[in-house]
């Protein structure tokens, strides 16, 4: 495979932001990925809220219709937002956003829950006034919130379908 061929100037990230990252050592992320493909997933997995842990990691039975994490329950949305506002990262910063004017903004965990908990999407269906944000150039939470109450609506219906659904 051909090399990527680089355009424009390069910069490297000052020493005390390459301290901080979550990776640290890109090749040997790969190879443990290499070495040990399910493992790896489960330690990243690890990292995420899980409601019940997953007796499986990989189902790989009926290929090519993999299932990760078989028998875990898990909500993407409390994973990404809702158990950072519990502790110590409550008031740390969740979104920063810049416009193309120079505005700038910023939020905690707690202020995008707290703006989330059900000002864009009311009983199940956006509200009118937010569905004409939708349509012009929304600021930041706005677009934030629209996302997560999507996400909280279509796994709360996939559960409710699911919970409603034949047992066998």
Do not use: C
């Not at 330690?43 to 409601?51: C, D, G, R, T, V």
């Not at 502790?87 to 703006?115: C, M, P, T, V």
């Amino acid at each position: 495979m051909a090399e990527a061929q680089h355009t424009g100037e390069l910069y490297h990230p000052p020493k005390d932001v390459l301290e901080r990252a979550h990776i640290k050592d890109w090749d040997e992320l790969n190879k443990r990925a290499h070495d040990d493909y399910e493992g790896f997933w489960a330690s990243i997995a690890e990292e995420l809220h899980w409601f019940k842990k997953w007796d499986t990691v990989l189902d790989s039975h009926n290929k090519p219709f993999y299932q990760w994490f078989v028998g875990g329950k898990t909500n993407i949305v409390y994973s990404s937002l809702d158990r950072h506002t519990l502790g110590a990262h409550r008031n740390k910063l969740a979104l920063i956003w810049e416009g193309e004017d120079g505005a700038f903004q910023s939020y905690s965990y707690f202020a995008l829950l707290r703006k989330a908990g059900g000002e864009v999407v009311r009983d199940g269906a956006i509200a009118a006034d937010t569905q004409e944000e939708l349509e012009q150039q929304m600021v930041p939470t706005e677009m934030y919130n629209a996302q997560i109450n999507q996400l909280w609506d279509g796994l709360m219906s996939k559960a409710e379908a699911k919970e409603a659904a034949p047992q066998d």
